[in-house]
């Protein structure tokens, strides 16, 4: 596969990637890597300018658009939410869901406890993009939001990046509870992501470099570390801002 925002300039080129049903898998690269860009393949918001993206065998370009994102539940880095209640924000891509079905996915995601103290639970309206929660609370209710619909595929754009680094256990708690038995492809940005996935996927100069288990790729890759340490640095970076 290949494909590029602009044709002539690839951001990925002689990309081949399977992912068995029920398997996690973290997609591992530089800064601008094109990490990102899996994942928005899969959604078809691009198409790919050479080769095909399958589901289920099936080429997403033959499926509707509305039949393909329903099976796939995403929680991008950027966490958007509205200035509705609780219940409407998690039970928005399925309106129908019961208290019982938006209680479950919140529990799977680690918000129920956090959304019973607010003034009126479920029903307390949030604000507009969630202003009066916290990072980590923003993260929860969306990713409760992405499993309401119990998705075959879930996209993990590394839901822990936008959140204060106090937080990061919390969410990737939540992120380890949801993957179990499903099919999900987190996007990592920070090296403590990584251990959530059974395979690791380090895309380098615009192709997949290196497939394995991430202890292996540490051990026998250089390139890998030197990503990593690069990972690292940035973390500590946003730590020292956070501190100040």
Do not use: C, W
Not at 43 to 63: A, E, M, Q, S
Not at 112 to 122: A, K, M, R, S, V
Not at 173 to 201: K, Q
Not at 211 to 223: T, Y
Request: charged share 25%; proline share 2%; net charge neutral.
């Amino acid at each position: 596969m290949q494909f590029g925002y602009d044709a002539e300039r690839p951001v990925l080129k002689n990309f081949n990637l399977d992912i068995a049903a029920g398997e996690s898998i973290a997609v591992v690269g530089a800064t601008a890597s094109g990490k990102s860009t899996v994942a928005r393949l899969l959604l078809r918001f691009y198409d790919t300018n050479i080769g095909h993206v399958y589901l289920d065998g099936v080429d997403v370009r033959k499926l509707k658009l509305h039949d393909l994102r329903q099976q796939i539940g995403v929680v991008f880095e950027d966490t958007v939410l509205f200035n509705d209640t609780v219940k409407s924000n998690i039970s928005f891509a399925r309106p129908s869901a019961s208290q019982q079905d938006l209680e479950r996915a919140a529990k799977l995601a680690g918000a129920h406890e956090f959304i019973l103290q607010l003034p009126n639970g479920y029903d307390t309206v949030i604000g507009e993009r969630g202003f009066s929660l916290s990072g980590g609370q923003r993260q929860r209710i969306a990713i409760a939001r992405a499993i309401i619909s119990d998705p075959r595929v879930l996209v993990l754009d590394d839901a822990t990046s936008a959140v204060d680094p106090s937080k990061e256990g919390e969410i990737r708690d939540a992120m380890r509870t949801v993957m179990s038995g499903r099919t999900t492809i987190v996007i990592a940005h920070r090296p403590g992501t990584i251990a959530l996935a059974s395979r690791v996927v380090f895309i380098d100069d615009q192709t997949v470099a290196a497939i394995g288990k991430h202890e292996d790729l540490v051990a026998n890759n250089a390139r890998y570390r030197e990503v990593l340490a690069n990972m690292q640095q940035a973390k500590t970076e946003i730590k020292k801002m956070a501190a100040k």
